[in-house]
């Protein structure tokens, strides 16, 4: 053997020997970290963790990389043959490495296609996403690709490396996975997509922004039928079978659920805060805590989709007439109302936790130079109820802007079943991309109104007065006062308890604070499920404490639900991203009054909807079968509330603006039976008539055994008002006095801070 030769083998041997000891130093991992066979079969990937309603639909996701993962069998097989076809056609024939590719990725220099197959891509996705700019490093990083690819090809079946390829992969649009990728683009799952649809997500591995189908959609046609080729080339489909899916159109489902859109955004907000409590409450058996946007939690509401559908619709079809009225005021539509005051200095301080002023002082400008450039009028995207997606392109001064998006009103709305405390629907405002603060959330407090009311009578009743005892409505003297306190009502003199609850009298819910103790109404609206401070002064009775929607609800639940107080629950079960059970929810009940002074109540409340402040359910929206509320107007109709229930559903309403500044001027205009009460009609009008909700008008309230009552509380046969008192129902039943359909103005309320 020459010399010549004999070097070249002992070059080739030496070569050979660093090649093996390099690859044995890979994967020992001595040239940087290798993942073990464990975490590749269990990648740390972040995946997004899933809300889920009631029946089960996707409400929404949470998440860094918007990612989930897919079982073999929940795939078409569409998505494969699209995907071996076009990125490894002899996938089903080597262990990792294909040598024939790599072979014509080097005689080409790559323009017949690269030498990677599915196996080593799903290695550089599981442990490296970065590719490395230094060319020695690049080698390394590409043999370790071969060291992982060999590893999953010895320790996984084909079926589990394609599967996890397709949930780890990026498709555009910040999603990951086939799953991620078939429900954004197209609203399916991946077992649905067709041939045509599945080579369009297929074609966005070649390039998922350039080949987006939402925005570059003709390039990503092109890569689409590209893709088809490939399949009819492979034997995956026939000609005719590639021609007619060619001929099809690109047509996308396109829904990314985003923190603003898809339903219930209000509710994913909350529920979002509530599971990031439990997190951190919470560990994985490495001791670390769980994290809602990195382990795919399964997390599961009572959200009922109808429901809530229903409650969004209506709070959209009210407000939408309403704000039209609201901006219509004279001190809205000129402006003045910012000119002095409270408005004024609220709007200075808008102005100086704006991001333009606060740009604008960090470039030195003068509090002159600001005002002028907030004067400046400019092109701008606001909200408005004229379009169907409340957006509108407009040219205002920034200043303008502020007071123009400040006034708008906002309403909070919430539905849940009495008795197992599910909540059903939750709507915090009127646009969650342009107002995000939430006003159904226990954290967010308003005055309630004479929605405190029936709390107070309820501990009346509970303390031995009857629906038909008599009560006064004169001013009434507190221990310590020596002023009588007069908010209204004193016209009416005695009257019945039925009746001073069923037209909102003022003065007649005095003189049953005065009768039961501030302090111990105190203490009994806590027991009801309210946590909010409420102060111990009189006008706690007519509703003066800021209290949220939610604890009202709460409070409230003890009415259809016979004497038993149930706390409102939004979660049902939290599972791993495995479908392990991690925790359950259930709602604490207690008893806070007997089933006797329950039924009593709902039979006064019933009167508030019958021949009382609310009664325009009935005669204006058209309702029918049993319900009972009660409404509430705080001073001067800054806050306008209504909460009912019929005998399996309770929801209330809130509505105001969040300066409670701005405001109705009339009461007619203002008043709880007039701005929440319609969301609350169109809401049951539309759950009434759907069968699938399971809410039926004729449904009645249950009425306990060997109830003693002081006669009938219903619109007809009993008389709401003493001798003298005027109004209500006539002998046959029918409402007089239509006038008193208003509710009693809060006129003598302290003045709170806002109103100095």
Request: net charge neutral; aromatic share 10%; with cysteine.
């Amino acid at each position: 053997m020459s010399r010549s030769v004999k070097i070249i083998w002992r070059i080739f041997f030496a070569g050979l020997a660093v090649f093996i000891l390099l690859i044995t130093a890979i994967s020992l991992g001595w040239l940087g970290y290798m993942p073990s066979m464990k975490e590749l079969e269990n990648p740390e990937s972040s995946v997004a963790s899933e809300v889920y309603a009631a029946d089960g639909s996707l409400l929404g996701k949470y998440y860094i990389k918007n990612r989930s993962n897919s079982k073999y069998s929940e795939i078409s097989p569409n998505v494969f043959n699209a995907l071996i076809a076009t990125e490894d056609e002899r996938f089903a024939d080597h262990s990792g490495i294909d040598g024939v590719a790599v072979m014509r990725a080097i005689a080409f220099m790559g323009s017949k296609g690269g030498g990677s197959t599915i196996t080593q891509q799903l290695a550089l996705n599981l442990f490296n996403d970065n590719r490395a700019s230094n060319k020695l490093v690049r080698v390394v990083q590409k043999l370790k690709e071969w060291v992982v690819a060999v590893k999953l090809e010895k320790n996984l079946t084909k079926n589990e490396i394609i599967t996890l390829y397709l949930n780890t992969v990026p498709f555009g649009d910040n999603t990951y996975g086939i799953k991620n990728a078939a429900l954004t683009f197209f609203s399916k799952t991946p077992d649905k997509l067709t041939i045509e649809e599945a080579a369009v997500l297929v074609g966005m591995l070649k390039g998922n922004t350039i080949y987006n189908p939402r925005r570059n959609p003709e390039k990503a046609l092109g890569r689409r039928n590209t893709v088809i080729d490939q399949m009819e080339k492979y034997g995956y489909i026939d000609g005719a079978t590639a021609t007619e899916a060619k001929q099809k159109p690109l047509k996308l489902t396109y829904q990314r659920l985003d923190s603003h859109e898809g339903p219930a955004p209000y509710f994913r907000q909350v529920v979002e805060q509530e599971v990031k409590k439990w997190c951190k409450a919470h560990e994985k058996d490495n001791g670390d805590n769980y994290d809602i946007y990195k382990d795919g939690l399964k997390i599961y509401t009572s959200i009922d989709p109808r429901m809530q559908r229903y409650a969004e619709e209506a709070v959209a079809q009210h407000m939408k007439d309403l704000q039209s009225a609201f901006a219509a005021q004279p001190q809205i539509k000129n402006g003045t109302v910012w000119l002095k005051g409270k408005p004024k200095e609220a709007l200075k301080n808008l102005i100086q936790r704006s991001d333009r002023y606060l740009a604008l002082k960090d470039e030195g400008m003068s509090e002159a130079d600001i005002m002028k450039e907030f004067n400046k009028p400019v092109r701008m995207r606001v909200f408005t109820w004229e379009t169907k997606d409340h957006m509108k392109d407009t040219t205002l001064s920034p200043l303008d802007s502020l007071k123009y998006m400040r006034a708008f009103l906002s309403a909070g709305f919430m539905a849940m079943d009495p008795y197992t405390g599910e909540v059903k629907a939750w709507v915090g405002g009127i646009d969650h991309e342009y107002f995000q603060y939430d006003h159904v959330n226990i954290g967010t407090k308003r005055q309630v109104g004479s929605t405190i009311k029936p709390l107070l009578y309820t501990l009346a009743v509970d303390n031995g007065y009857s629906p038909c005892s008599s009560v006064s409505t004169a001013p009434q003297v507190f221990a310590g006062q020596s002023k009588p306190y007069n908010a209204g009502g004193a016209k009416y003199g005695s009257m019945s308890m039925k009746s001073a609850l069923a037209l909102s009298v003022n003065n007649a819910s005095l003189y049953l604070l005065n009768q039961v103790s501030i302090s111990s109404f105190i203490d009994f609206a806590h027991k009801c499920g309210i946590s909010s401070n409420i102060e111990q002064v009189p006008s706690i009775a007519l509703g003066v404490s800021d209290i949220s929607l939610f604890e009202m609800l709460w409070a409230y639940t003890m009415f259809p639900n016979r004497g038993i107080n149930t706390q409102p629950v939004f979660l049902t079960k939290i599972e791993d991203k495995n479908g392990n059970p991690l925790e359950s929810f259930v709602p604490v009940q207690r008893e806070i009054i007997n089933a006797q002074t329950a039924y009593k109540m709902v039979l006064m409340m019933k009167g508030v909807t019958e021949i009382g402040t609310a009664k325009r359910l009935r005669y204006r929206y058209g309702l029918s079968g049993e319900m009972a509320g009660k409404t509430g107007t705080t001073n001067n109709q800054a806050d306008a509330w209504f909460i009912g229930y019929t005998p399996q559903l309770l929801a209330g309403a809130w509505v105001g603006c969040d300066d409670r500044f701005l405001r109705f001027s009339s009461t007619g205009q203002g008043q709880g039976a007039a701005a929440a009460l319609p969301i609350w009609a169109y809401f049951f009008k539309k759950v009434l008539a759907d069968n699938k909700t399971g809410i039926t008008s004729a449904a009645k309230f249950q009425e306990p055994a060997d109830f003693n009552n002081c006669g009938d509380l219903g619109a007809t046969g009993g008389q709401y008002y003493d001798d003298g008192a005027g109004g209500g129902v006539d002998s046959a039943g029918n409402p007089v006095n239509p006038g008193m359909d208003t509710a009693e103005p809060v006129e003598e309320i302290p003045t709170t801070e806002w109103d100095k």
